[in-house]
């Protein structure tokens, strides 16, 4: 491994999304640590990363096919329903973007801060509205988080097929808020046409800088998008071996870290074993959120 054929690359999402264009800027540095590799890209959308998933999971794990994902949605969406593959049995080769969650409103929005949402959705049940991009998405699940940390009656959801259409949306007014994920619309926050209140890292995002955490306002919860690269099960140990060292090597390469600033891409990797602990944690919460707030059921 590899022979002389190419190995898929499989996305779940559309071409040009986030987790397209981190997949397409890194892959083809992990080819110049293996010689005879030759990544071949695919997106395979549908079912909000579902038909993906599966595709990857029921794949053969012999090295020739790999694929991206996102999480929470990669552990999320075998809870809301049946599907053909085990969130915590792929094999979890890089993360490799974090992004957390946020808050943003219109610049000319009443709301100018977390605590004039959480009066007004304690004043107004049922009432308030925001944008997502989609049901099950990070930015839903980490709404059920916040509701539920800070004793807010349940909001009403808006949710869109991605951030692109949910944009125009909330500049129109047409919602309260959206919950997005930092770097989906901070060019608008520099033209001065949104705010963003909050952000949900554990520790302030350079690029939002002057943004305060969610933890630093008195609520206690975090939410974000990790993405990164994963094999279906059982891929034998020498070659995770390699593509891990391979990652490794790729992300610490000054020309592949300038051009995911300049791409907004905030970088977290997490390589191998470190990366299941993860996506385990990942895990474990979402089941305790569901026994919460169940978001289909």
């Not at 959206?178 to 952000?199: H, I, Y």
Request: charged content about 20%; overall charge neutral; hydrophobic content about 45%.
């Amino acid at each position: 491994w590899p022979s002389d054929k190419p190995v898929e690359v499989i996305v779940p999402f559309p071409a040009g999304g986030g987790v397209d264009v981190m997949t397409r800027l890194v892959m083809p540095l992990v080819a110049a640590q293996i010689p005879g590799f030759r990544p071949v890209v695919v997106n395979r959308t549908g079912a909000a990363g579902q038909i993906g998933l599966e595709a990857i999971f029921n794949a053969a794990g012999d090295g020739y096919t790999l694929g991206a994902t996102t999480m929470p949605a990669h552990n999320a969406i075998p809870l809301e329903r049946p599907v053909r593959y085990r969130a915590m049995d792929f094999t979890f080769l890089c993360n490799i973007v974090e992004d957390a969650n946020c808050f943003y409103v219109r610049a000319e929005s009443p709301f100018r801060s977390v605590a004039d949402i959480v009066a007004a959705g304690r004043a107004r049940p049922n009432h308030l509205t925001y944008g997502t991009t989609g049901i099950g998405s990070d930015d839903h699940l980490f709404m059920l988080a916040f509701e539920a940390a800070a004793n807010v009656p349940p909001m009403v959801q808006v949710p869109f097929a991605g951030a692109a259409p949910l944009i125009p949306q909330l500049l129109g007014g047409n919602m309260d808020l959206a919950v997005m994920n930092v770097n989906d619309a901070l060019q608008l926050v520099r033209e001065g046409k949104l705010r963003m209140l909050a952000q949900a890292a554990a520790r302030r995002q350079p690029e939002a800088g002057e943004v305060p955490t969610f933890r630093e306002l008195g609520i206690d919860v975090l939410g974000s998008a990790s993405r990164g690269i994963v094999g279906p099960p059982n891929m034998p140990p020498a070659i995770v071996a390699r593509l891990e060292a391979a990652f490794r090597t790729a992300l610490n390469d000054e020309g592949f870290r300038r051009e995911a600033a300049r791409q907004s891409m905030p970088l977290r990797p997490v390589i191998g074993a470190e990366y299941k602990a993860l996506a385990q944690q990942v895990d474990n919460n979402l089941k305790q959120l569901w026994q919460v707030r169940p978001w289909r059921g």
